[in-house]
């Protein structure tokens, strides 16, 4: 489906799959084929999903969130000027635009900011959003995209004047390294020499702390985790008893990332009315449903590097738990 919505100052485009239900069968047929079986952790994210994961960034345990908010209101300024004081803001998976705002004010305060280009998956948000947007920042101009970043990359559009295109949330750290080398390289080959990637990343630490922030006290995680669960019953018609499942969170410190897996209590065959499947599971046998990477500095260089990419700006949050880091073309 593709439509565009346009006033004087907002310009809206829709790009999404006629049937989103047919890319969600094919991935969780072929996630539950697998050894060890997978899903797509995009299919957290439904209403209850969203919410529960808000409620994940407000944990005392969950330290990403803060930290990267923490950083963009100290140093979006330096940010803005170590960027070339670009005229046009890219952010994928943009959502409400809460911390991007820290980004917008500084190209505000710098004389630059000229375009916000929101690319997210809600049309709704998108539109809330865009309406917010231009009456706090008079004159700006919004060209949003709703579209599934990942498959409509190349949909987003150029700028004269360069772009700082924003992937935060540490969202990056969920890809595989070949999927990640892709995406970055495919990011790559749309930026120009005055275009710079803003990117957030998760950094390396002790394994306790890591686990702590996906396996909170309170169990909000454990809940946040099963409702892909829930998602499956009511999307493929599943008969997954969620009281069966159990949420497992380790650090893998050999692949540098969190691995996050639901472990099957009993051994149990669960049916998917929408795939007319079947599929058993083992007593104690485990499902991922998510990956986490965590990053160093040399580490996020190299994966720059091999992606066509060169490292040119990197800050931190006081604690150095999480790192935002500037790359241009190389």
Known sequence: MDSEATTEQIAIEVHLAADAGAAMRRDVRSGLSGDPKELAPKYFYDERGSQLFEQITELDEY?????????????????????????????????????????????????????????????????????????????????????DFEADLERIPGGSGGRLVA???????????????????????????????????DLVKRADRLEAAYDDASGVTAEFNKNVL?????????????????????????????????????????????????????????????????FTYEQLARVYAEAGLTMSGWFTDRDCDYALSLARVA
Do not use: W
């Open 167 to 201: 992937f935060l949330g540490g969202t990056v750290g969920n890809l595989y390294p070949g999927p990640r080398r892709e995406f970055l390289a495919r990011l790559a080959g749309l930026m120009g020499a005055d275009d710079r990637l803003l990117l957030g990343t």
């Open 63 to 147: 330290y990403p969130t803060r930290a990267e908010r923490s950083i963009l209101a100290e140093r979006a300024a330096e940010i803005v000027a170590a960027a070339g004081e670009p005229e046009t803001l890219v952010e994928l998976g943009s959502g409400s635009a809460s911390k991007t705002r820290h980004l917008l004010s500084a190209m505000l305060e710098a004389g630059c900011l000229e375009t916000y280009v929101p690319v997210d998956i809600s049309e709704e948000i998108t539109h809330e959003t865009a309406d917010c947007l231009v009456e706090e920042y008079p004159g700006l101009a919004i060209r949003g995209l709703v579209c």
């Open 230 to 294: 829930r998602v499956l019953n009511r999307e493929l018609g599943a008969d997954f008893d969620l009281d069966a499942f159990e949420h497992v969170a380790r650090y893998d410190a050999e692949e540098a990332r969190m691995d996050i897996r639901l472990r099957s209590l009993a051994a149990q065959t669960i049916r998917l009315e929408g795939l007319d499947m079947s599929v058993d599971f083992a007593a104690g046998e485990e499902m991922r449903t998510e990956i986490s990477s965590k």
